[in-house]
């Protein structure tokens, strides 16, 4: 088993900058890929970023390329969601999921293919 527990949100406007975390407990945090999701309101759950077991393999959203970045420290067991020049298409909620299953290179981008998920955290950009 995996919890998650998500931080770091809140109100910005737009181009500002949040950084999102996420700390993770149960099995050996360096084992397991990590990603992050969201969904705005009324819209489906949209993958945004990934990154493998050891942080070597990324994996972005085209729509937020070049402005988020993700990274982890595995000596903390968090994952980290640097989010910059923020849009207001961007306003939804947040969550990271873990999946135990994902080879070390892989950074999956399906949501169906992680196993455990916090509850997320709210990212409003106002305009």
């Known amino acids: 088993q995996v919890q998650l527990v998500e931080s770091g949100g809140g109100l910005v406007q737009a181009g500002g900058s949040l950084r999102l975390s996420c700390a993770a407990s149960g099995r050996p945090f360096s084992t397991y890929a990590m990603g992050w999701f969201r969904q705005a309101p009324g819209k489906g759950r949209e993958f945004v970023a990934a990154?493998?077991?050891?942080?070597?393999?990324?994996n972005y959203a085209d729509s937020v390329k070049g402005r988020f970045t993700i990274s982890r420290d595995n000596a903390k067991n968090t994952v980290y969601l640097q989010m910059n020049s923020l849009e207001p298409e961007d306003t939804a909620v947040y969550c990271c999921?873990?999946?135990?299953?994902?080879?070390?290179?892989?950074?999956?981008?399906?949501?169906?293919?992680?196993?455990?998920w916090g509850q997320g955290t709210q990212v409003t950009v106002s305009s």
């Open positions: 990154i493998s077991r050891s942080g070597g393999s990324t």
């Open positions: 999921a873990a999946n135990i299953v994902a080879l070390p290179w892989q950074a999956p981008s399906s949501s169906p293919n992680y196993d455990f």
